[in-house]
Each structure stands twice: as structure tokens, then as C-alpha cells.
């Protein structure tokens, strides 16, 4: 059976990312499948400290309660029209993304983040990592010019940068 694989997360690149999946899982007449990656606490490292089997099981709970809450923000006005499965997966988002679209007749959707400086010595690029390891065709989607606006105010409220009037006229 063909799979179109996205991530979600809940932020504004990710439900950008899954309206696509789900229209080319529409087109394609594919099950659209929704990954949610998560690690237990320090990540993998800090779970062979002495975290318990309740520790973990908590964590994959809450997991499994984000990605209801990411899917139901991303159709609550309208169903995606195609099988729908979420998936839970324990590990980095790059390595769950790419072992979840195994099939060469796959389709691996992926949105971009911020690539601020700071921000892409922090955390790599889960993009880059999909299209470096995949085995099926992956989809690439850029964030909306609404969604960059919305940063660029975000940043301006955060560092406390007056509005000049003159940026609002075109």
C-alpha cells in the first residue's frame, strides 16, 4: 500500500507540511501516515540513567496525547479525505521519519524551520537528514510568506523594535 509520511509537531511549518501530505495522499489515493517523534527525558543517553518503565510510559503518553491534539488543529474544520494513521515513534525525528517511509512507492514530506545561525548549531536539520537517508522520493515544504511575516514580528516583539509606520504601506 503507497504511504505519504509527514511529521508533526504542532508548529506552523508542520500543519504546512501536513495540509501537503494530505493533499498528495488525496491525489496519490495513498494513507496519509503522521509521525510524532519523541525521546524520553536527556534524550537516550539520560534514560540509561535510572529512568523507570512509568517514566517512559508517561512520556509516550503524552506524545500520543500531542499528536491527537496536532491532528485534531490540523482537521478540525475539514477531514483530510484519505486513511489517516498517527504513529508515536521513540527516536530522533529524522530516523523516525526516514524508518517510517521504508517503501520505494513512499512519499516523505518534510517542512523546514527556522535555519537561524544559532539555531542550526542546536538542533540539525531533520530536512536534510530525510533527504540524505531516505529510500523513497522526499517532498520539501517551505514555509508560507505569512508564516515567515509572523516570525519576522515575533522576533521584533521578542528584541523590543519599534514598528516604523512606513513598513506597513507598500
Avoid at 486513511?83 to 529524522?94: D, E, M, N
Avoid at 530516523?95 to 520505494?104: I, K, N, W, Y
Amino acid at each position: 500500500m503507497r504511504r505519504v509520511v509527514v511529521g508533526g509537531t504542532g508548529t506552523l511549518g508542520s500543519l504546512a507540511a501536513l495540509h501537503r501530505a494530505a493533499a498528495e495522499a488525496r491525489v496519490r489515493d495513498a494513507e496519509l501516515r503522521v509521525v510524532l517523534a519523541w525521546q524520553p527525558p536527556g534524550g537516550e543517553l539520560g534514560s540509561r540513567n535510572g529512568l523507570g518503565p512509568s517514566v517512559l510510559a508517561e512520556c509516550r503518553t503524552a506524545a500520543v496525547e500531542k499528536l491527537r491534539e496536532v491532528l485534531d488543529t490540523a482537521f478540525r474544520a475539514a477531514k483530510p479525505g484519505v486513511t489517516l494513521a498517527g504513529l508515536a515513534v521513540r527516536g530522533t525525528p529524522g530516523a523516525a521519519l526516514v524508518d517510517s517511509a521504508r517503501g520505494v512507492e513512499d512519499l516523505l514530506v518534510v517542512g523546514t524551520g527556522s535555519r537561524a545561525p544559532l539555531r542550526r548549531l542546536l538542533r540539525p536539520s531533520v530536512a536534510r537528514y530525510c533527504l540524505a537517508h531516505a529510500a523513497c522520493p522526499v517532498l520539501v515544504v517551505r514555509p508560507s510568506p505569512l508564516h515567515i511575516e509572523l516570525g519576522a514580528v515575533h522576533r521584533r516583539n521578542l528584541w523590543r523594535i519599534p514598528l516604523d509606520p512606513r513598513e506597513l504601506t507598500p
